[in-house]
Every structure is written in C-alpha cells, then in structure tokens.
C-alpha cells in the first residue's frame, strides 16, 4: 500500500506547484522550472503531508508547505547538477536542465524555485501568522549555510582534499546536504501544530542518514534506468561515501539499524506513524 499512498501523495503535489506557476509569465525560465519539477518520488512532500497528518492538519491545509519543499528540492538539483557543481546530463531519466536549455536559464529557474518554495511557505491556509514564520525560518536553516548549502559546499571541498572524508566527516556532510531538508519535511508539521518537533526531529536524522547511505548503495549496485541519472561517479572520483568506508554488506546493516532508530522514535504517536515507519523502510529499499 505505501507505494500507492506515496503515488498519490506525489500527484497532489505534482497539481499543487502547477496551480503555483499557473499564470506566471510564459517565458523560457518558467517553462524550466515546470521542467525540473518533473517526476520524482516527492517524499519530502510525502514527509510533510504525513508529520501534519500526525498533528490533525488536514491534507489542504499542509499542501502549500509539502509543494515549498518540493520546490526547494527541485532547485537544489538543478544547481547540483551545473557543470561548476555535479556537472551532470541526466536527471529522472531526461537531460538536465542545462543541458535542454543553457546554463544561464538553468540558474535562474533554480533561483525562482527556491524563492517560489519560501512563497508557498506564506500562503495563509497553513495556519496564524507566527506559524508561518517559523516555517519559513526553518526551511531557511535546512537549507542555507547551516544546511543543505553547507553540505554541498562541503562536498565540493572534499573533492579537492588531500585525503578522503572519514566516516564522521562524511556522516557531518550528508546530515547538511541530504538530512536537513528530510528533518524539515519530517518537523513541518509540528511547526504547523505548534507542537514538540523532539520525536520527529529524532526520526528525521536517523531517517535522512539511511536514505543518504541507501543512495551511496544504488551507486554502486543499482540500475541506471531505473534511477534515471549515471551511476558509479562517486566510486570514479575516487570520493569517500558509506559504501567505501564501510564496505557494501556494512553500509547496508548500517541502513537497516537506522530504520529500527527512525522508527523507535516514533513510539510516542503510536500506530498513528505507522505511514512514517513505512516511509524509513522505503528509503533503503527503493530502486532509483
């Protein structure tokens, strides 16, 4: 069933960030950020609905927050994959957005998407005011210099070290560039609620570092079809991921025994996270 639900939540959204360039002015940068937020497994989104879901927040009532986070997904692989970051051609199976347009346009739709996340963010149907700001304020942390900015920046330097990350490092790198925005996506809806983000923040690290160390495996033993982009680069460029410090088998129990952490941390809501744990289990056993 969690597919499905997952299906139909990524749908939703999918409708949601169309409805938010709807009217926007037909121009090649619009037509590139309807382009980059093709596709996708829209879990962060997912992560939203469900944490609002967990603090009855109705599905309508949280949808601008899971589109924000969306967006600020979307424009972050954009960037990632300019030839002065990734430098990658292919992403959910299609060229890149600077390769279908030019460098320039992929910049600038990435800019939009980011600053259409923090819009979406302010949209009065998430609730009073002062809730709003503090969504906004922790999508700015997830993603900026303390988050997922820092990560990637991070990342770059790596690439130039004189020696590989240990695993603390690397650990440190992914909870910036992978983990932050899964910890916001998981805490929105305690934001939303008003409510302790202390469980779900506690998820969300244990969840975001599997999923991180689930993509270091689809690296190396997955399907490039399937994920729709090239696979082995890491391994090529010689960079230190879980699989290289912890060996294939050990980077794949370590998976595992942060999907038991991801779910011990969602005792207190009961059966009511049980999506939640389901969600933890996909990320270390998806395809792409």
């Known amino acids: 069933m969690f597919p499905e639900r997952l299906a139909q939540a990524a749908a939703e959204i999918g409708a949601a960030l169309e409805a938010a360039l709807a009217g926007k002015a037909d121009q090649p940068v619009v037509e590139a950020m309807r382009y980059a937020l093709r596709g996708g497994k829209r879990l962060r989104g997912f992560l939203v609905l469900e944490s609002a879901a967990l603090h009855g927040i109705s599905r309508a009532a949280a949808m601008p927050a899971a589109a924000a986070v969306e967006a600020l997904h979307a424009y972050s692989l954009v960037h990632d994959d300019l030839p002065c970051m990734d430098d990658d051609d292919l992403r959910r199976g299609h060229p890149t957005v600077h390769v279908k347009w030019d460098e320039a346009t992929a910049v600038l739709a990435g800019d939009a998407l980011q600053t259409l996340a923090f819009e979406l963010c302010c949209d009065p149907v998430l609730g009073p005011a002062e809730r709003r700001v503090a969504l906004v304020a922790a999508l700015a942390r997830a993603s900026g210099a303390e988050g997922m900015v820092l990560g990637q920046a991070l990342d770059i330097a790596a690439e130039s070290a004189a020696a590989p990350l240990t695993l603390e490092e690397i650990t440190a790198l992914q909870a910036g560039k992978t983990g932050a925005l899964i910890g916001f996506a998981s805490e929105a809806g305690a934001i939303l609620a008003g409510a302790d983000r202390?469980?779900?923040?506690?998820?969300?690290?244990?969840?975001?570092?599997?999923?991180?160390?689930?993509?270091?495996?689809?690296?190396?033993?997955?399907?490039?079809?399937?994920?729709?982009?090239?696979?082995?680069?890491?391994?090529?460029a010689g960079k230190a991921t879980f699989?290289?410090?912890?060996?294939?088998?050990?980077?794949?129990?370590?998976?595992?025994?942060?999907?038991?952490?991801?779910?011990?941390?969602?005792?207190?809501?009961?059966?009511?996270?049980?999506?939640?744990?389901?969600a933890a289990r996909f990320a270390i056993a998806r395809q792409s």
């Open 243 to 278: 699989v290289s410090l912890l060996g294939l088998e050990g980077a794949k129990a370590r998976a595992k025994d942060l999907v038991t952490m991801a779910e011990l941390a969602l005792e207190p809501y009961g059966a009511a996270a049980e999506t939640l744990r389901d």
């Open 198 to 236: 202390g469980p779900l923040r506690a998820y969300a690290e244990a969840f975001g570092l599997a999923f991180q160390i689930a993509d270091d495996i689809l690296d190396v033993e997955g399907d490039p079809e399937a994920a729709g982009k090239r696979l082995g680069k890491d391994a090529g």
